[in-house]
Antibody, heavy 119, light 108 residues
Framework: QLQLQESGPGLVKPSETLSLTCTVS??????????WAWIRQPPGKGLEWIGS???????YYNPSLKSRVTISVDTSKDQFSLRLTSVTAADTAVYYC???????????WGQGTLVTVSS | DIQMTQSPSSLSASVGDRVTITCRTS??????LGWYQQKPGKAPKRLIY???SLQSGVPSRFSGSGSGTEFTLTISSLQPEDFATYYC??????????FGQGTKVEIK
């Protein structure tokens, strides 16, 4: 059974870089023909797609975040990662990693991890 | 960019009520839309894909309809476990995804 688990600091200072990792278990990232994604949700607000990556390393980003986002993949560890630079309080959110299993929609989700941007 | 407008943002309903949530897009997206349910503190769960196909294991009181620019999620008889927030999501420009703003279904 494919499972996703986010990890990383829960507190980041303004202007610094947010870094999260999603560890995939029960499946090999390199086996998937579909994309691995990051999605976030500010407290009490809606969902926002951040970006996606294919096991080859091809990436796609939300235009509103593109200048600050980097998503990378490490197939040897079955992990993919998110870096968001120059964070502000507006980046405070629960960050989810997700995977679509062929339906072009997210099928599998991590439990989410809250990242707070505060000094 | 294809804009998505979901309505209403919230609604109050009673157990047994029929509930309808709508998503409209600024361009024709065919049937490339899904519906998700999210409960507090949990990740979203997919209910509907391809606009009207019911995800395996989802109760048949949930249904989706529409194509092109207007889509509807209907709960035919609201149950206590259905009080949650619902989101539409289109994938016309896959692998990019755009979510609707969400609809919170509350107990009346």
């Amino acid at each position: 059974q494919l499972q996703l688990q986010e990890s990383g600091p829960g507190l980041v200072k303004p202007s610094e870089t947010l870094s999260l990792t999603c560890t995939v278990s029960g499946y090999s990232i390199s086996s998937s023909s579909y994309h691995w994604a990051w999605i976030r949700q500010p407290p009490g607000k809606g969902l926002e797609w951040i970006g996606s990556i294919y096991h080859s390393g091809s990436t796609y980003y939300n235009p509103s975040l593109k200048s600050r986002v980097t998503i990378s993949v490490d197939t040897s560890k079955d992990q993919f990662s998110l870096r968001l630079t120059s964070v502000t309080a507006a980046d405070t959110a629960v960050y989810y990693c997700a995977h679509d299993y062929g339906g072009n929609l997210p099928d599998y989700w991590g439990q989410g991890t809250l990242v707070t941007v505060s000094s | 960019d294809i804009q998505m407008t979901q309505s209403p943002s919230s609604l109050s309903a009673s157990v047994g009520d029929r509930v309808t949530i709508t998503c409209r897009t600024s361009q024709d997206i065919g049937s490339e839309l899904g519906w998700y349910q999210q409960k507090p503190g949990k990740a979203p769960k997919r209910l509907i894909y391809a606009a009207f196909s019911l995800q395996s294991g989802v109760p048949s009181r949930f249904s989706g309809s529409g194509s092109g620019t207007e889509f509807t999620l209907t709960i035919s008889s609201l149950q206590p476990e259905d009080f949650a927030t619902y989101y539409c999501l289109h994938h016309k420009n896959y692998p990019t995804w755009t979510f609707g703003q969400g609809t919170k279904v509350e107990i009346k």
